[in-house]
């Protein structure tokens, strides 16, 4: 409860409940209060939703303490859901070389599964929230390598045959717009062109798509695109939109929570 109390307190409640737990667990056989890699899923994602200052960092500290004691603790085990937390968490931290980290996270889990680990495999959660981080790198110093390693990423996510959604393609618009020059007209149109065709092709352009796109591009260059001023995805070929569930077509579609943040 308090992993979701919105509290700014919750996050370290959740945690102090955590421990109390594993601590009443060794005073006797209370197999029902051992901690497992749920337990710290859900403190995890109290400290990634939280967006208080540090609390990235906390969670890939949990992460830390997961790995260690997974060498002995069968039953805690970090997963794909525990990497993806904690990259979501220095997506949203905004912190200088959040992006750095989040990328050697996503490193780890390849190098991970390619090594048999069942448990951890890069999903399109995990590439996405990497290039989130990227879109919303607030330090000059970061955008560059922001640049890059979204890219990157979003090369290896078609090439390991991971799906991208209208959530992927939202923040690669975003990642243009932050990282590019407002100057560089020209190459904000190019890029956004190929990857609107993309979404368009790929059936997963909604509200956000076009919101993102609308800040990248020129007004003349958004009709260009689009075919007009057009701003509700529900007003599109459907061909366009064939992969968004039709009672999420509107403003409370795929993508929100990322679309919001400048």
Known sequence: AWANSGDKRGQARAEQIMRQMEELSKLGDLQDLQLDTTSFNAVINAYAKSGERGSAFKAEELLAETEQRSKKEIHLKPNTITYNTVINALAKSGEQGAVL?????????????????????????????????CAFSKHPDDRKDAFE???????????????????????????????????DKENRFLLSQYLFKECSKAGFVNDYVLGA????????????????????????????????PKRLNGRKSVGSKYSKRE
């Open 101 to 133: 980290r989040a990328d050697r996270l996503l490193s780890s889990m390849q190098k991970q599964h390619e090594e048999g680990n069942k448990f951890v495999k890069p999903d399109a959660v995990t590439y996405t929230s990497v290039i989130n981080a």
């Open 149 to 183: 390693i979204a890219f990157r990423v979003f090369k290896q996510m078609t090439l390991k045959e991971v799906t991208p959604n209208a959530v992927t393609y939202t923040s690669l618009l975003n990642v243009y717009r932050n990282c590019l020059s407002t100057t």
């Open 213 to 244: 796109l609308k800040k990248v591009v020129t007004k003349e260059q958004y009709i260009q695109l689009v075919g007009s001023g057009e701003q509700n995805s529900s007003n599109l070929p459907s061909v366009w939109t064939r992969m968004i």
